[in-house]
């Protein structure tokens, strides 16, 4: 069976957004490029294809080292990793026979970076996800669509047939390609507007599915292969970027955000969040149920920022102490309190442990937990292992902090 009990257990995943953009970093002709996002260069600079095809002349990233990603992941308290096998722009991050547009043959780096990063995983224990661009594919084979600055001639959406084409030749043969050569646990597929639905009806999505379920008895799909109506069989659900919903799913269900607002590395965006911030975007999805799956965008030179690395680093530390709190949670019981939020464990012989993520709160006072009944064992600070006083109020328990 198609288990996502790992997925639930894990809450925590890295992001990656790699590729060519990642060398001009938001910056094109000395100017900052129109779109928020780096990895939208392309099209947001309104690049000539061959122009931009030769960014591949300057991929050479050498101070790339898969272990070093994998081990910041998994010292950040992350437990799976996912990373652009190929973005909108079509280029793959990985020797793939179905187009030359990839890092084995277009570059002078050669290696295959999939490969490194595959191997890393499983030397370190960290679950292996591949983002795929199905929709929008810029290399010139068909799935030439851009959803934004549609006032380009060049990027206006294909026909039918083209599209067809790229489809049956070039992302269908991918997809299998990546699970026979890597063995992904999933696949992060990115549709967001409506002029996907064009593209990816009903019957591709199905289709596509249906060609994970047939090599693979273990990777999941998430839910933005299809924008508006996702498939029963999906595996689980990505909500919109950065947003983190008042009440969990059905199915289990992540959210994806970034460090600061691009998700590729750009050189000119400054706008990074504090630790707390994503520390507390963790706990609320926890909360109600979810992941969350914390994007970096490495450098040109294959290096993380040191900004990223601060703040991975500091989450780690939280998550050494606290990541009992987190990992292998269930949603809170008892709903949103207005000074933080609650995860919770079932402990077996009628006994739950909850876990209290006071965010706003004054020591010294009590704080008053509505909702529990039956008898309080003991309640202490996660973290010292501090007694804390409980006494029995009406319709629920008094915590003397
Ligand atoms: C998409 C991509 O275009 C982007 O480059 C990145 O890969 C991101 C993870 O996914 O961008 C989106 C998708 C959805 C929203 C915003 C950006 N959204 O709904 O807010």
Redesign the pocket.
């Known amino acids: 069976m198609r288990s996502t009990d790992w997925f639930t257990d894990a809450r925590f995943g890295m992001f990656i ?1 790699w590729g060519l953009y990642s060398n001009p970093a938001g910056v094109w002709q000395g100017r900052k490029i129109k779109h928020p ?1 780096a ?2 260069l392309q099209a947001s600079e309104h690049i000539p294809r061959p122009q931009y095809k030769e960014l591949a002349r300057e991929f050479n990233p050498e101070g790339f080292n898969a272990d070093e990603w994998i081990c910041e992941a998994k010292n950040a308290g992350m437990k799976y990793f996912v990373i ?1 096998s190929k ?2 722009d079509g280029f793959a991050l990985w020797p793939t026979k179905v187009s030359g547009y990839n890092v084995g043959e277009a570059t002078p780096f050669k290696q295959d970076i999939l490969g490194a990063l595959a191997e890393a995983c499983r030397r370190h224990d960290i679950k292996l996800g591949l ?1 795929y661009s199905h929709w929008q594919d810029w290399e010139g084979t068909g799935g030439d669509i851009c959803s934004v600055h549609m006032e380009n001639e060049e990027y206006v959406h294909p026909t039918e047939e083209a599209f067809q084409r790229y489809w049956q030749k070039k992302c269908l043969p991918q997809v299998r390609e990546l699970i026979e050569n890597y063995d992904p646990h999933l696949l992060w597929f ?1 549709t ?1 507007s409506k002029h996907s639905l064009k593209f990816i009806t009903r019957e591709r999505q199905e289709e596509l599915i249906s060609l994970v379920r047939q090599l693979s008895n273990k990777c999941l799909v998430n839910s933005r292969i299809q924008f508006l109506d996702p498939s029963e069989n999906v595996d689980f659900i990505s909500t ?4 983190f919903p008042e009440e969990g799913f059905s199915k289990p269900w992540e959210t ?1 955000g970034t460090l600061n607002h691009s ?1 590729a590395y750009h050189s000119m965006d400054y706008g990074w969040r504090p630790t707390r911030e994503l520390i507390q975007n963790l706990v609320k999805n926890a909360s109600l149920g979810g992941n969350y799956q914390l994007n970096v965008g490495p450098m040109g030179n294959g290096r993380f920022q040191e900004s990223a690395i601060r703040r991975l680093r500091e989450i780690g530390n939280w998550m050494r102490v606290h990541g009992e709190s987190v990992y292998g949670t269930t949603a809170s019981p008892l709903g949103k309190p207005p000074w933080g939020r609650i995860t919770s464990r079932c402990l077996g012989n009628h006994q739950t442990r909850l876990y209290l993520h006071l965010w706003d709160f004054t020591p010294g006072t009590a704080l008053f937990l509505e909702g529990v009944s039956g008898s309080v064992a003991d309640a202490i600070v996660l973290e010292t292992g501090q007694p804390i006083k409980v006494e029995n109020g009406l319709g629920g328990i008094w915590l003397q902090i």
């Not at 919109?240 to 947003?243: I, K, T, V």
């Open positions: 957004h996002y990895e939208w652009t973005h909108h983002y990115d967001w919109m970027d950065n947003s994806s998700w």
